[in-house]
């Protein structure tokens, strides 16, 4: 079976940074600090848990038929949660884990799959996020997405970013326009513009949108949102919402007491029908083309 999904990334080259209330000469500052560099001491501490020994995980082969058979020894552990914890752990989109079950390519897999039901990488609160009413934070060593109120974790999700680490560009920006059925000017398989849905603009041709997650650097820049995440993203973030792209939880701290946000969210656009966005275009789930 062939699948086509007719949503891709979007720069190809390394973008310039737009960042909010930063000069160029100070986006220097947002380059990855040497791993002797002792933190300032107003940098707040990330409330990050140590990983335990249930949380252990190894690289190894696993088929459908087991996660069936966890199934029926741990009613709560379905098949598809259990497929969610996969893709999380290895950051793609379900598909592509199912496929490389089949053809029995190593994943990262848990050792106590049960331990994994509400884990995430990101820390469920952050104190410095409190300034922002609503925050969007990308972790790119992680491969990770969340959006935080108020400092507290709303809900996470993994994703893809740049090809190359440096076309996503460590940085605090906002969301500065918000599209349902964004065109990137990069084709599809069929030559013609790649429809990105549920598209939040950061900065220059980078967009937080919904895209095929293949991997952990697979856009052309872009930040690829799976389906599932994409649509409450785009229905909780505002136009302003900050958005914090940083290189890794260690640089978490620093990064997010650099600069304040000077613009308060806007009105969102009006909220979608149910199956429908904005505009009355068909939801992501019905642009996928399949040939089998």
Not at 69 to 80: C, L, V
Not at 151 to 163: A, E, F, M
Not at 269 to 281: H, I, L, S
Request: hydrophobic residues 35%; positive net charge; proline residues 9%.
């Amino acid at each position: 079976m062939i699948i086509l999904l007719l949503v891709s990334g979007c720069a190809t080259t390394p973008v310039e940074t737009e960042q909010i209330g930063v000069t160029q000469e100070e986006s220097a500052e947002f380059a990855p600090a040497p791993p002797t560099v002792v933190a300032p001491p107003r940098t707040p501490k990330v409330s990050v848990k140590p990983v335990a020994k249930n949380f252990a995980t190894i690289r190894r082969v696993i088929t459908e038929k087991e996660l069936r058979r966890m199934e029926e020894k741990d009613p709560d552990m379905g098949f598809y949660r259990s497929l969610e914890i996969l893709c999380r752990l290895n950051r793609k989109d379900k598909e592509y884990i199912r496929k490389d079950m089949k053809q029995k390519r190593p994943l990262i897999v848990p050792k106590d799959f049960a331990s994994y039901k509400n884990w995430s990488p990101l820390p469920r609160t952050i104190t410095a996020a409190r300034k922002f009413p609503k925050l969007i934070l990308v972790v790119k060593n992680i491969h990770f997405l969340g959006w935080y109120q108020n400092g507290t974790l709303v809900s996470d999700t993994y994703v893809c970013i740049g090809k190359m680490n440096t076309w996503t560009k460590r940085g605090l920006y906002k969301v500065k326009e918000k599209d349902p059925s964004h065109m990137s000017t990069y084709p599809n398989a069929y030559g013609e513009p790649s429809l990105m849905p549920n598209a939040l603009h950061i900065y220059e041709r980078v967009w937080i949108h919904t895209g095929d997650v293949i991997g952990p650097n697979c856009s052309h820049g872009c930040i690829n949102v799976p389906i599932a995440h994409a649509d409450r993203l785009y229905d909780w973030a505002d136009i302003g919402t900050a958005v914090l792209i940083t290189e890794s939880l260690m640089d978490l701290g620093r990064d997010i007491m650099r600069v304040p946000v000077e613009n308060q969210p806007q009105k969102s656009p009006p909220a979608r029908e149910q199956g429908k966005t904005v505009d009355g275009e068909p939801k992501m789930e019905d642009v996928r083309q399949r040939t089998l």
